[in-house]
């Protein structure tokens, strides 16, 4: 080895080892971990890990609507988070193992309940200590007249105001037996959304009530809309009573089409979480107008037009009259 090599050599390793030990302070130090949950309504933007959220409780809900309701109530109170993103099918749905990550770190979880979500108990059985609370209690459910779900209860109860009233109180009490602290704001908020649901539930009945009454139907591709009809006197024909793997069966489309015919109904919808080409099938042979989409089981991305439960309850009753009205 030449003279002075060796010293050379150590001076050499000395730095590839402080430049290794700066980068490994970097990655320690800088690297975060990718926040998993769901960017859907309901959703805080801050983490549970965060010194804005210590303390906080954190809410799950099953869908984005129920999200929706439950942020109106919890405020910047608690976290709230919806398990299903904007668009997803409920009915069916697979928890995905962020969900379950998700799940174990909830404080409370709130479901619809009336075998909307048939994936909840296998859901629930991997945290059996975390509380969850159905929001459909003390609803007077519709009963299912028809097909393989006949004689139990139609389970979208929320798209009515008055349901949506109880589904709020329901709420608010929920999250004041978990956080008594912050019951103030939650009493607070309950009230004042609970104020706005009245206010849009009026206008919406007084638009419905320049339809003609024997005018006012509504056809859709699931029957998520029985407790609104009953609301606000309308008449409700669909394809499918609640969604499954098998939809829009022959019979299905023929009996709607003939209803359709029958009755001169001049326009037809669907929903945006489903397939609408059975419902193009009815426009096609029966003459009436394929008229949109309504939302039920999922509010729109915050750019769309059904952002919140109230203007999803705006934006379907406005699409209605608008297709009924041949506009």
């Known amino acids: 080895m030449p003279p002075g090599a060796s010293g050379s050599h150590r001076t050499r390793q000395g730095l590839r080892s402080l430049i290794v030990g700066l980068l490994l302070l970097s990655a320690l130090t800088g ?38 309701m439950a942020q109106n109530v919890a405020g910047d109170r608690a976290i709230v988070e919806s398990i299903t993103k904007t668009g997803a ?5 697979e928890p995905t193992p962020s969900d379950l990550r998700r799940g174990q770190g909830a404080n409370l979880i709130l479901d619809n309940g009336l ?7 296998r859901f629930y059985n991997n945290f059996p200590k975390v509380p969850h609370i159905t929001l459909s209690e003390g609803v007077q459910s519709i009963t299912i007249a028809d097909d393989a779900y006949q004689g139990k209860p139609n389970p979208h109860a929320w798209m009515s105001p008055q349901n ?33 649901i009245r206010a849009i539930d009026e206008k919406l009945k007084q638009a419905i009530s320049a339809i003609p009454p024997d005018k006012r139907y509504i ?44 009755n001169r109904i001049p326009a037809v919808f669907c929903e945006s979480t489903v397939s609408n080409e059975a419902q193009l099938q009815v426009a096609k042979e029966s003459g009436a107008k394929f008229a949109g989409v309504f939302y039920v089981d999922s509010l729109s991305p915050p750019e769309g037009p059904a952002s919140t439960y109230l203007k999803l309850l705006e934006y379907n009753v406005n699409t209605l009259i608008q297709g009924l009205q041949g506009q």
Do not use: M
Not at 89 to 93: F, L, Q, S
Not at 115 to 121: F, G, H, I, K, P
Not at 227 to 249: H, M
């Open 31 to 68: 690297c975060t971990v990718p926040d998993e949950r769901s960017s859907a309504p309901g959703s805080q933007s801050e983490s549970p890990g965060s010194s804005q959220a210590q303390g906080k409780k954190i809410i799950l809900t099953t869908f984005t609507v129920l999200g929706d």
């Open 89 to 93: 099918e409920i009915h069916g749905y």
């Open 115 to 121: 075998n909307l979500e048939r994936w909840a108990d």
């Open 164 to 196: 949506a009233l109880i589904y709020v109180e329901n709420i608010r009490k929920a999250l004041v037996a978990l956080d008594p602290e912050n019951a103030t704001t939650y009493n607070t908020n309950a009230a004042t959304y609970s104020q706005q």
């Open 219 to 262: 056809v859709s591709c699931e029957g998520a809309f029985s407790y609104i009809a009953r609301d606000y006197g309308l008449k409700e024909v669909y394809l499918w009573p609640v969604n499954a793997e098998q939809q829009a069966t022959p019979k299905q489309v023929e009996r709607v089409i003939n209803t359709v015919k029958a």
